[in-house]
């Protein structure tokens, strides 16, 4: 063999023994990547998901959310069965239940008088009443939690104000708190924002409608509100003393009901039909 020969031989042999060595040491470094990448992310899922807690250092407040979101919608749909009217004393029976009038006569050929012209400000009131407690409550809850895990919390008096549009309904929660970590580390909270997606504005909207169609003309055609909603259910339901109950319902179990009386019929004369 040639001195070139063994030379060639040579370097053939330290380049596949360092490329075997750089391709251990990939190996173990693409490794060690992977391995700290599953160790980061079981982090982040324990804190965040696993880790059961009201503020976080992004303030996404999962829990304190969920605790007014529940009850608010339990809220939502027991207000509808009353239209929205809490402590309503002037009601009929149907199905062994109170039904609130919002439009009523006792005189014949009469339009009805509208008792309650600003039904979604009339819901927005009674949620907000019902809902201040359960706002405080939620609140106190993600105080107590604050402090079980080791941090200086001060906190004042809370402000909520309810309102409900398109998109369902929002409060703006007023809740200055100062929240100081173990480490010293700390933050201000000022406000946040609770939402829940909802159909009740367009329910509202619905009974409005209704509401001025019986007062003008004693009657109102649901079938035109089913043909534009179709998600939604309106059904009427006509007795013999010319009361009719209305019943508007969605699919997340909302059911919206109230009574009217308007140009009333006596008894052995015809009424409208629909």
């Excluded at 990448?37 to 407040?61: G, H, M, T």
């Excluded at 933050?187 to 509401?211: E, G, H, W």
Aim: charged share 20%.
């Amino acid at each position: 063999m040639s001195v070139i020969q063994k030379r060639i031989l040579g370097l053939n042999h330290f380049y596949n023994t360092n490329l075997n060595r750089n391709g251990s040491k990939r190996g173990q470094v693409t490794i060690f990547i992977i391995v700290a990448i599953i160790i980061v992310a079981v982090i982040l899922f324990s804190y965040f998901y696993l880790y059961p807690k009201f503020f976080s250092q992004a303030d996404s407040r999962p829990m304190l959310d969920r605790c007014i979101q529940d009850e608010m919608e339990r809220q939502v749909n027991q207000l509808s069965l009353s239209a929205g009217l809490l402590g309503s004393d002037f009601n009929t029976m149907y199905m062994d239940e109170n039904i609130s009038f919002v439009c009523y006569t006792n005189e014949f050929y009469k339009p009805g008088v509208v008792l309650h012209p600003f039904l979604k400000n009339d819901f927005e009131n009674s949620l907000s009443r019902v809902m201040a407690p359960v706002i405080q409550d939620c609140y106190d809850r993600a105080i107590d939690e604050l402090v079980a895990r080791g941090n200086d919390v001060i906190s004042g008096n809370i402000k909520s104000n309810l309102t409900i549009d398109m998109n369902g309904i929002n409060i703006l929660i007023d809740a200055p708190t100062s929240i100081t970590n173990s480490d010293g580390s700390g933050k201000i909270i000022k406000n946040f924002n609770v939402n829940l997606p909802s159909n009740i504005y367009t329910i509202l909207m619905i009974a409005n409608s209704i509401l001025q169609f019986e007062s003008s003309y004693g009657d109102s055609d649901v079938s035109s509100f089913m043909f534009y909603y179709p998600n939604l259910n309106v059904q009427k339901i006509r007795r013999d003393d010319s009361v009719k109950i209305y019943i508007i319902t969605d699919k997340k179990d909302i059911k919206y009901r109230f009574a009217t009386r308007s140009y009333a019929w006596p008894a052995g004369y015809g009424s409208l039909n629909g």
